[in-house]
């Protein structure tokens, strides 16, 4: 089963389908706190003093279990919380209170003598912005410059005010607010545990789905050895404008360094291209698809660096009949409109999304899965929405990318990406995983040169050696 990204509500369901399936609410929460005392411990090693701030409901019970283990492992403990809790956190209350640890009321709270604090105020159930005490609490915390814990999410994002966290331990499963920001900045670094929910109550297939190392290495397409350059993959690259002399080229060379046995690439005449050795050259009086068939290409990209005669080389390529790649200057409602049900997986910045949809970019940006799934429905293609984090749709299929950094956001990159997905099309590989894939692994290859100053060459060269990462089960996801 693939992994997916909840929201509050289904997790909530996940959550009843255990509880149906028989397995009983208070080991969830007893699994969720130590698996919170437990991320104290490894985090924070040289800390013997921790705070809990908790609230009435399960979040705050996952607390009141944390603070008993880690007084249990001889811990100095201190625990702030209002009276009311019921069910489940009312018992772990007891639990605590049983080995004589007093619960003080959040109003009292004292943070001098804390070490690190454990943010338990409010989890998935958070119905409104923090106020009051919660607020006074939550800024206290925030002020103080202690590391902080926080239980499944920092306490009230993703409104303001909330906690910022160092670490936030993620119970059962990866919400919203871990992937997308401004909710991600606040959880610092984040760690998943699996607190025992039974797989089944997990199965969400109407979920966005997480690109996983597992899922992604499955999709890797085989190189025989008998394998020769027109077997693996032949990309065709159409674009190329006098400003944008670099954009085709790294889309050739992200083709490549994806597997590709041979790159084409189909300029308009005069065009000064940046030099690649091992790229055919097919200069073009105008842009026509007899032309364009020259390359026997299989899959084609199109719209990186080709100005305003982005339009007219996608509607050449596009005649070609191949699986495509469109970006940049190809991203055109008139183009993208004759590529319904077609092959076609289109790779837009939110501006070019905005363009596409006739929205803002800042609303894009806001609800970059709404937006996604908007363009998939209304064009019919294979949507790659680019961001932080990347999220793809399909139909009804959604997808967040779970690589990458910030780093990436500099010139030249989506045209790699371009390169590298139309060289998955190449060989074989259906829109949905060549996007899937692709996306991916151009992100690992980023995270592998680095956290900042990265360079859009540097990313297509790491790719070959990501892929031996991915194929030698030596990546992690961020969240482990
Ligand atoms: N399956 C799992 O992942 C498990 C998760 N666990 C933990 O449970 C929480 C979710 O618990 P829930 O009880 O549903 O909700 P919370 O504890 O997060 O919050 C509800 C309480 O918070 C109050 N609330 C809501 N908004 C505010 C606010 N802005 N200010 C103050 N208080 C707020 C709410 O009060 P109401 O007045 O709105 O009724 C509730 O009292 C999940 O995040 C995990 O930590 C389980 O422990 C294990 C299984
Ligand atoms: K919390």
Redesign the pocket.
């Known amino acids: 089963m693939g992994m997916r990204l909840?929201t509050?509500d289904a997790?909530?369901r996940?959550?009843r389908r255990?509880v149906a399936l028989g397995y009983p609410?208070l080991l969830?929460?007893e699994?969720?706190?130590r698996a919170v005392a437990r991320a104290v411990r490894e985090h924070f090693p040289d800390a013997r003093a921790v705070w809990v701030v908790a609230?009435?409901?399960?979040?705050?019970?996952?607390?009141f279990?944390a603070a008993r283990w880690l007084f249990l492992w001889g811990y100095r403990v201190a625990v702030y919380a209002p009276d009311?809790?019921a069910?489940?956190?009312a018992q772990?209350r007891k639990a605590l209170e049983a080995h004589g640890v007093a619960v003080r009321p959040l109003e009292a709270l004292d943070l001098e003598g804390a070490e690190v604090v454990v943010d338990?105020?409010?989890?998935?159930?958070?119905?409104?912005?923090?106020?009051?005490?919660?607020?006074e609490v939550a800024a206290r915390v925030n002020a103080s410059g202690l590391p902080v814990v926080a239980?499944?999410?920092p306490?009230?994002v993703p409104?303001t005010p909330h906690v910022r966290a160092d670490v936030t331990v993620a119970?059962?499963?990866l919400k919203r607010e871990h992937l997308f920001y401004p909710a991600r900045a606040a959880c610092g670094r984040i760690v998943l545990d699996g607190?025992g929910?039974p797989e089944a109550?997990l199965e969400a297939p109407e979920l966005p789905e997480l690109l996983t190392p597992e899922a992604m290495r499955a999709l890797l397409p085989e190189r025989p050895g008998n394998a020769h350059k027109g077997s693996v993959g032949r990309v065709l690259v159409a674009g190329g404008y006098a400003t944008y002399t670099g954009a085709p080229a790294l889309a050739a060379l992200g083709a490549y360094r994806a597997g590709a046995g041979l790159v084409t690439l189909a300029y308009p005449e005069g065009v000064p291209l940046e030099p690649l050795l091992e790229v055919v050259r097919l200069p073009l009086a105008a842009w026509r698809a007899e032309a364009l068939r020259a390359a026997r290409a299989e899959a084609v990209a199109v719209g990186m660096g080709a100005g305003p005669g982005g339009p007219e080389a996608a509607r050449a390529a596009l005649e070609l009949g191949l699986p495509a790649v469109l970006d940049a200057d190809a991203l055109v409602p008139e183009v993208v409109a004759a590529c319904r049900g077609r092959p076609v997986v289109i790779t837009p910045h939110p501006g070019e999304a905005a363009r596409l949809l006739e929205r803002r970019a800042q609303e894009i940006a806001a609800h970059p899965l709404e937006a996604a799934r908007a363009l998939a429905e209304r064009y019919g293609v294979t949507v790659v929405l680019k961001g932080g984090p990347t999220v793809l749709a399909e139909g009804a299929h959604l997808a967040v990318n779970t690589t990458g950094s910030a780093a990436m956001a500099t010139g030249g990159m989506g045209d790699v990406l371009s390169g590298v997905i139309a060289a998955l099309l190449a060989a074989g590989l259906r829109p949905w995983d060549a996007a899937r894939l692709g996306v991916y692994w151009h992100g690992l290859a980023g995270d592998r040169v680095g956290r900042v100053g990265l360079l859009a060459h540097e990313v297509a060269e790491a790719l070959p050696q990501a892929r031996e990462a991915l194929i030698s089960d030596a990546v992690r996801p961020f969240w482990v």
Do not use: C, E, H
């Open positions: 909840f509050a997790m909530r996940a959550d255990a609410s969830l929460m699994a969720a706190g609230g009435k409901g399960n979040n705050g019970g996952d607390g279990v009311g809790q069910g489940d956190a772990a338990a105020l409010v989890g998935t159930g958070l119905s409104r912005p923090l106020a009051g005490v919660y607020a239980v499944d999410l306490s009230g409104f119970l059962a499963g607190i929910m109550a």
